[in-house]
């Protein structure tokens, strides 16, 4: 009866587990929208009020959201929109179009039943225009069009898009907001004279300023269970851990880095994900572990990873290139140098390396110019000869160095050389 109780115990306690989960690996891989956005509460409320114009009192707009990528512009939108699309007095009235650069309609917009466009570019735009400009402000649904990589439109058929849909906005029609969405400060540089006078110049800059007590709140309204969760124990005691968690020196020195790293949001929801990944029915709650592996998994350095692989040719050729850079105060080389310094060391120091034929070199060469271990200076001179172009070590002295130490069966001399380098 025992082991019989203890089955249903770990089946139930599995399920809770598994569904605690999916939930915050479905909300660490954005497929959900936070409740609110965090740091961006000025933003927040600019482009509310401005959609709200747009959709209460039917007034035209055009507004640019510009921020670095994973700055949060397409989520500031999506809660603007959902709470847009909550105000009573907005209900059901606003119609959403999200465009693409060839004035494609994005998927969500044609899952709402809304027109589809299919025909040319040009015959598009016709449609588009004269649907608009039919309507007339009373009778009319305001219009949101939603442009992301708002920049590529700025290149796109002399702008046409772009002029019409301002002109459009400028003008006593249809209610329209036209909505940008880049990571390009200097996107106005790019718009044409007829453009740039017909846009609002109105921009919502999002650029963190973050605070690192902030981003300790995130994390934990990230790895929280919401108060809807069906097993309200599993929750309280799940919530308590994460609570626990944060306070943890080393999971805050952890959070620290990473936050010093990058602000974004995406480097910090991908560690999140690992760790939460690393939860089982054998320890069903966040362990500092967890996230320890988490930011190890996450941290490994790809080229270390990639020198590991190398043969010792190439390896060899490395430490060639390295000993060209201190000769020459860092100055770029090409491959005869490299090949020199190499025939010099097998002449004088090496006895396990053999020597090998001019071709051979060069074919290891080659390999590490594509791995991308070795940069050309300039890549658009193409007349030079490949052994006469001009190179670059694209590697730092750990992680030759971290490489050397874990080569399996490295020769000595090709260690002693190494370190007469990078030592
Ligand atoms: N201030 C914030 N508060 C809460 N979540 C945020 C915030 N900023 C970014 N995020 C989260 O980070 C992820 C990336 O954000 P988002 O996709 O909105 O960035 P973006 O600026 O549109 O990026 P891209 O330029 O690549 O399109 C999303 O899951 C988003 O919910």
């Not at 190890?296 to 990639?306: E, G, P, Q, T, Y």
């Amino acid at each position: 009866v025992q082991d019989r109780c203890g089955c249903v115990l770990m089946m139930l306690c599995d399920g809770v587990c598994v569904q605690a989960q999916k939930l915050l690996r479905e909300r660490l891989c954005h497929q959900k929208l936070p409740d609110q956005p965090v740091g961006l509460d000025s933003q927040y409320k600019h482009l509310l009020e401005l959609l709200r114009r747009t959709a209460v009192h039917g007034e035209s707009n055009s507004v640019l959201i510009v921020g670095p990528r994973g700055s949060g512009k397409t989520m500031l939108l999506g809660c603007v929109l959902r709470e847009l699309m909550s105000l009573k007095e907005a209900q059901k009235n606003v119609l959403l179009v999200e465009l693409n650069e060839k004035l494609q309609l994005c998927n969500e917009t044609k899952s709402l039943g809304f027109l589809v466009f299919q025909g040319s570019f040009a015959e598009n735009l016709a449609f588009l225009l004269e649907a608009l400009k039919k309507g007339d402000k009373s009778s009319s649904r305001p219009v949101l069009f939603v442009l992301d990589e708002f920049d590529l439109f700025a290149h796109h058929k002399n702008q046409t898009l772009l002029y019409n849909l301002l002109d459009v906005s400028q003008s006593a029609q249809t209610p329209v907001a036209v909505l940008g969405l880049t990571c390009r400060l200097d996107v106005l540089e790019l718009l044409e004279k007829r453009v740039k006078s017909r846009f609002s110049h109105r921009q919502i800059h999002l650029f963190s300023s973050l605070s690192f007590a902030q981003y300790l709140d995130v994390v934990r309204a990230q790895l929280s269970l919401p108060p809807d969760f069906p097993d309200p124990k599993f929750s309280d005691e799940w919530n308590h851990s994460v609570t626990k968690l944060c306070e943890d020196k080393t999971v805050e020195e952890i959070l620290r880095r990473n936050f010093n790293g990058s602000k974004d949001f995406r480097s910090l929801h991908s560690l999140l994900f690992l760790a939460v990944s690393r939860v089982s029915v054998s320890h069903s709650t966040l362990r500092e572990a967890d996230l320890i592996e988490a930011w190890r998994l996450i941290s490994v350095d790809s080229k270390a990873n990639v020198l590991h692989g190398l043969s010792i040719l190439e390896l060899c050729l490395i430490i060639a290139m390295k000993h060209l850079n201190d000769t020459y105060d860092g100055e770029p080389f090409n491959f005869q140098m490299v090949h020199n310094e190499f025939k010099k060391f097998i002449q004088r120091k090496s006895h396990s390396i053999h020597k090998f034929e001019k071709p051979v070199v060069m074919k290891a060469f080659e390999h590490l110019l594509q791995l991308e271990l070795v940069r050309p200076v300039d890549s658009g001179v193409c007349k030079v000869q490949r052994e006469y172009q001009l190179m670059r070590l694209m590697l730092e002295h750990g992680q030759v160095m971290e490489a050397l130490q874990r080569y399996p069966q490295c020769p000595t001399d090709v260690k002693q050389w190494a370190l007469s380098a990078f030592g």
